[in-house]
């Protein structure tokens, strides 16, 4: 060998060993850099292999899937090869692969951030389910995937669709974003580490022996493929997924059929600005041709598809420099680290400013103020930061030393109870913080809805002292207005701001009742228990009369929400507020209006898109007052979809489902 190919031979061992070594640490769930990262090193042994094709050897981590088999579970052999997908990161890399993958139609569906796994129906019985592993065997976790909701143990029979004698059906399998920090509190209170994020959280669930904690994971799965099958040909991939559902099994809701390159294009674009809008946390977007005989043609490398690609969208992880902890105090009280970070653009925007949960979770992380560290953001959602990168540490890095004062009022800091991980300003009478916060939250849109009355705005009011707490905000008039700065305008006079704020105040009074009890911040009492108490009492009056158990035994409340509602209106600043929003015309109790006829009980109802004479939320309230229950997604279960304008993939997935599609005419004509 020449001195330049000893060279090569080292790079690409030095790469590949890398490679190797990452992808086992990303499998196990103890993963020591980024998705992007990697990405970055893989490339880097594509391009090397691609330079020096003599490289890419079956023994290649290019040429390989997953990661080998390496746990407690037995192995099992796939039926057919589970593979993976190639990658493109930008608009040019897309354009190529849509230039060489020539289709009468694509289909792309979301690109779910999860686990894996394959399910083997025989006869329409369930008989194994595997993880990937290295694509030809994977872990048996049969038993654990049957506690999943979402796996049904034994298909559907449906008429246009025969169960076929064999199926492996191959999908993901994940924890909701909405699951996510329930499924943490959960594992605290059991006295283990909170995940990372979701994709551990879900792969280190389902690896777990006891059958019972797996269930209580809220594990779900979205199938996405078909692997060997005997007595099942679709001819497309779209045709495969009405099969699946037809059956049963969770297909996704976001999957769309289009026609040409840009149309492509347009989803992927699409979906970058909508990526928190998913229930699942999702990374990139999945194209695929849609004929199975086109599919067939073009074929596949030893690791994936040719008819198949995942534009993986910007890194939801990325590192920036630690600047400083800070603290931010909530309308609860609570103390909340934050970091503050040099500005990096991560997730499609910039962000200089990153949660750190609580105390106990800054030493758990082990962050250092000056550190390097990786934050992490899914979609719209505040960023987090996961921890250092220690290598890059020069010595002058310092500990964050949690304040024993609220930072706003001064107030000595602790814990509410004994084994609380958060610790609390008690001084919820005059804490500046928490009245600002308090009064945003007052003005939120699962409260009184005042549109004029943000954050900024509601520590204005705090700030100024033009209000003490939320027990003046409605008795607000322009003079109060005219000693703040939001609400002004350079000359001193009402700006357009502060005269829609009057106005807003004006139409907020009269609500529901139910939403004035959210309003209040009373602890544990969301907007299902308000729902419940005012729907059983009426009005204020005769829930604060009625009895802690009397209360506790209201449909969907209990003793702890009693109880911290009884113990609320104890307090005689509380007591004030009501009063003063009852003396401006609050709502205080529900008209005596007959009940609407429950025509919609049992119904589930989905709308999606712009109606003409309904807001998302009043379209909701129709539906819950006539007894139905309106859903945020589309399934097998749905019973009505109501389309407006610009629908999406709610529509496309409804269609798919064979659901019954309304438009807003039909959607009335329903409701009465």
């Known amino acids: 060998m020449t001195n330049v190919e000893v060279q090569v031979q080292e790079k690409w061992q030095k790469l590949a060993a890398e490679v190797i070594r990452h992808r086992e640490l990303y499998y196990n769930q103890t993963p020591e850099i980024t998705d992007a990262e990697f990405d970055e090193i893989y490339a880097q042994l594509e391009k090397l292999e691609k330079e020096h094709p003599e490289l890419a050897t079956p023994s290649s981590p290019t040429q390989q899937v997953g990661a080998p088999v390496g746990s407690s579970f037995a192995n099992v052999e796939h039926l057919e090869r589970m593979m993976s997908l190639d990658n493109v990161f930008n608009e040019e890399e897309l354009t190529q692969w849509l230039e060489r993958t020539p289709a009468q139609e694509y289909i792309t569906e979301l690109k779910i951030d999860g686990l894996s796994l394959s399910l083997v129906y025989e006869s329409g019985t369930l008989v194994r389910a595997a993880t990937r592993g290295d694509?030809?065997?994977?872990?048996?976790?049969?038993?654990?995937?049957?506690?999943?909701?979402?796996?049904?143990?034994?298909?559907?029979?449906?008429?246009?669709?025969?169960?076929?004698?064999?199926?492996?059906?191959?999908?993901?399998?994940?924890?909701?974003?909405?699951?996510?920090?329930?499924?943490?509190?959960?594992?605290?209170?059991?006295?283990?580490?909170?995940?990372?994020?979701?994709?551990?959280?879900?792969?280190?669930?389902?690896?777990?022996?006891?059958?019972?904690?797996?269930?209580r994971r809220k594990l779900r799965m979205i199938c996405h493929g078909i692997g060997h099958a005997e007595g099942f040909s679709p001819t497309s991939q779209s045709q495969a997924y009405e099969a699946l559902a037809a059956w049963g099994l969770p297909v996704s809701p976001y999957t769309e059929v289009v026609t040409t390159a840009n149309q492509v294009k347009a989803t992927v674009e699409k979906w970058e600005k909508k990526r928190g809008e998913a229930i699942f946390e999702m990374d990139g977007l999945v194209v695929k041709v849609n004929s199975r005989a086109e599919q067939r043609g073009l074929g596949a490398t030893s690791r994936a598809p040719r008819w198949a690609i995942a534009y993986k969208y910007p890194p939801e992880e990325v590192m920036t420099k630690l600047l400083d902890i800070q603290v931010g105090v909530g309308r609860t009280g609570r103390v909340t680290p934050f970091a503050v970070m040099e500005p990096v653009y991560v997730a499609g925007s910039t962000v200089a400013m990153a949660t750190l949960h609580n105390q106990t979770e800054v030493k758990r992380k082990g962050v250092l103020i000056g550190d390097t560290v990786v934050i992490r953001k899914a979609g719209e959602i505040i960023p987090e930061v996961l921890g250092p990168v220690v290598e890059k540490r020069t010595g002058e890095e310092k500990e964050f030393v949690f304040p024993a004062t609220c930072p706003s009022c001064g107030a000595t800091l602790a814990p509410q109870k004994e084994d609380d991980l958060d610790w609390r300003c008690p001084n919820t009478r005059s804490c500046k913080a928490q009245l600002s916060a308090r009064l945003a939250y007052v003005a939120s849109r699962g409260a009184f809805d005042i549109e004029a009355l943000g954050e900024k705005a509601a520590i204005d009011l705090i700030e100024s002292e033009v209000l003490i707490d939320e027990g003046a905000l409605f008795d607000l008039r322009e003079e109060d207005l005219l000693r703040t700065s939001v609400f002004t305008t350079k000359k001193g006079t009402l700006n357009a701001t502060g005269k829609k704020l009057l106005k807003n105040l004006d139409t907020a009074k009269n609500t529901d009742l139910w939403r004035v009890l959210v309003a209040l911040s009373i602890r544990h009492v969301g907007p299902i228990a308000a729902r419940a108490l005012a729907t059983r009492y009426r009005s204020l009056k005769a829930m604060r009369e009625a009895a802690v158990d009397d209360i506790a035994e209201t449909e969907g409340v209990g003793l702890v929400i009693a109880t911290s509602f009884k113990q609320w209106f104890e307090v005689d600043w509380h007591q004030g507020i009501v009063d003063q929003w009852a003396k401006a015309g609050v709502t205080m109790e529900e008209e005596e209006t007959e009940q609407l006829e429950?025509?919609?009980?049992?119904?589930?109802?989905?709308?999606?898109?712009?109606?003409?004479?309904?807001?998302?939320?009043?379209?909701?309230?129709?539906?819950?007052?006539?007894?139905?229950?309106?859903?945020?997604?589309?399934?097998?279960?749905?019973?009505?979809?109501?389309?407006?304008?610009?629908?999406?993939?709610?529509?496309?997935?409804?269609?798919?489902?064979?659901?019954v599609i309304l438009n807003e005419e039909q959607f009335v004509e329903l409701l009465g």
């Open 135 to 215: 694509g030809r065997v994977g872990e048996d976790v049969t038993e654990n995937a049957k506690v999943i909701v979402d796996i049904p143990h034994t298909l559907t029979q449906h008429p246009e669709f025969a169960i076929p004698k064999v199926v492996e059906v191959r999908g993901e399998v994940f924890i909701a974003v909405e699951d996510f920090g329930l499924v943490n509190e959960q594992r605290q209170l059991e006295g283990g580490k909170p995940f990372a994020n979701p994709r551990n959280a879900a792969a280190g669930s389902l690896r777990q022996k006891d059958v019972e904690a797996v269930r």
């Open 598 to 659: 429950q025509t919609l009980a049992g119904k589930t109802i989905v709308v999606t898109g712009t109606l003409e004479n309904f807001s998302r939320d009043s379209a909701k309230e129709a539906i819950i007052a006539r007894g139905g229950k309106a859903s945020g997604s589309v399934s097998k279960k749905t019973d009505y979809v109501v389309v407006g304008e610009n629908a999406g993939s709610k529509e496309t997935k409804a269609r798919e489902l064979g659901l």
